[in-house]
Nanobody
Framework: QVQLVESGGGLVQAGDSLRLSCAAS????????MGWFRQTPGKEREFVAR????????GYADSVKGRFSISRDNAKNTVYLQMNSLKPEDTALYYC?????????????????WGQGTQVTVSS
């Protein structure tokens, strides 16, 4: 059974940085694309970033481009989201997800396993 466990969330001030981690188990991590999504109450879950199985390709939502960076360590079965210059509008529950598509995807429907989420709160 595939398990994804996020960590690293917390309460920070605007302009601060955080690094989220997502530890995966249950299938061959290096064969699957990974993504980060986020959701706030009353809103739909939105795409944040994706990374290919090899780590050689990535993509970002326009709202985080230039501030966030996704990476992965296939030896550690872990994907990361480095978040810099955080803004109050980045406040959300952040989820990692695993996709059977090696490139990952912007579309949440292309992911088949999800973590439980980690809360990020950015105060102004």
């Amino acid at each position: 059974q595939v398990q994804l466990v996020e960590s690293g969330g917390g309460l920070v001030q605007a302009g601060d940085s955080l690094r989220l981690s997502c530890a995966a188990s249950g299938r061959s991590f290096s064969s699957y694309g990974m993504g980060w999504f986020r959701q706030t109450p009353g809103k739909e879950r939105e795409f944040v970033a994706r990374i290919s199985a090899s780590g050689g390709s990535s993509g970002y939502a326009d709202s985080v481009k230039g501030r966030f960076s996704i990476s992965r360590d296939n030896a550690k079965n872990t994907v990361y989201l480095q978040m810099n210059s955080l803004k109050p509008e980045d406040t959300a529950l952040y989820y990692c997800a695993s996709s059977p598509y090696r490139l990952g995807s912007y579309d949440q429907n292309q992911y088949d396993y999800w973590g439980q989420g980690t809360q990020v709160t950015v105060s102004s």
